[in-house]
């Protein structure tokens, strides 16, 4: 497909206030596409809202879309896919008022977990068609927007291993593959890290940038906090900066039951601190993720950018 406008692909609605920009991510999840474009038609259509669908063709279209459908004034734009989709559309309606909607069907859902939003089609459908607008924080690196967590090192070891193949094979099972991978041969580097014009020199597996406070898992009733407080972490105008610095093998399980307690204090193993700016560099260089996508190795410098989006939740 070549590269044409929103406005030449979408239908011309004329009056696009009233209508939702709804973008699929036809690799995202394991259901097949032209199904899941019929299950959304109906369900907005049974709920009387509107909608435009367009489905995502290369790596970026999404931050595109996202971006005409805001200027051209839709009431909102549905995410249907995961973190990265996410991520990609955020950066698109950047510095507008166009709120998001999240309809999950990524392979972790974390950022929709994160702030409550169902998992469940019908649900996740109703909130994208009656939820309220709420401002939350985003990070920017290089112009490109996260909504969940950037990483160096380790976990960006991990989503490179987690490849697409594995994860439609196995779901969230290839990120659990893919880490016990990595764990049996990481190696520490050395980091530098700036925040907010601290330093700090420190030997360790993984440095993560948090947006969002918890890492959940999908077979298991269990959360990894990367904040001592993962429920405002979304809306405080500051970044958690998590370093992983096991010694050895066995320091893993420690690393795990201290954050999982929400002990980040006392021990040199699991660091935390917050920054509004954080620059992260290693020696030798490290990759690096964004809400789950390789991007690169390090060095990176993130700025947290406070209620820079709008993401339609739950009325409670």
């Known amino acids: 497909m070549n590269k044409v406008s929103v406005s030449t692909t979408l239908q011309a609605a004329g009056n696009f206030a009233g209508r939702t920009c709804i973008i699929v991510n036809p690799n995202a999840g394991m259901e097949e596409t032209d199904r899941l474009l019929r299950k959304l038609g109906g369900a907005f259509a049974a709920r009387g809202a509107a909608f435009d669908l367009i489905t995502t063709e290369y790596a970026g279209h999404a931050t595109e879309i996202a971006r005409e459908a805001a200027q051209l004034g839709y009431r909102a734009v549905c995410i249907v896919g ?110 530098h890290i700036t925040a907010d014009g601290r330093e700090f020199d420190v030997s360790a597996v993984t440095v993560m940038i948090a947006n969002v406070g918890e890492l959940f898992t999908s077979y298991l009733p269990l959360r990894f906090p990367l904040s001592p407080k993962p429920l405002s972490s979304w809306n405080d105008g500051l970044f958690d900066v998590v370093i992983v610095a096991p010694k050895k093998l066995p320091d893993w399980a420690s690393v795990l039951w201290n954050a999982t307690a929400h002990r980040f204090g006392g021990t040199d193993q699991l660091i935390h601190l917050q920054a509004r700016e954080v620059t992260i560099a290693a020696d030798p260089p490290v990759p690096v993720q964004i809400d789950g996508d390789p991007a690169g190795t390090t060095p990176i410098t993130a700025v947290a950018v406070e209620k820079a989006a709008r993401i339609l939740l739950p009325n409670v």
């Open 82 to 191: 995961g973190d990265g989709t996410l991520a990609e559309a955020a950066t698109g309606v950047a510095g507008t008022t166009v709120p998001i909607a999240i309809i999950p069907r990524g392979t972790a859902n974390q950022v929709a977990r994160n702030l409550n939003i169902p998992v469940a089609f019908e649900a996740a459908v109703d909130v994208a068609v009656f939820g309220r607008a709420t401002p939350i924080d985003m990070g920017r690196i290089n112009g490109r927007s996260f909504a969940l967590v950037a990483g160096a090192g380790f976990d960006a070891a991990i989503m490179a291993s987690a490849t697409r193949e594995l994860k439609e094979r196995w779901g969230f099972a290839a990120y659990i593959y893919a880490a016990v991978k990595e764990a049996l041969t990481v190696a520490p580097a050395r980091f």
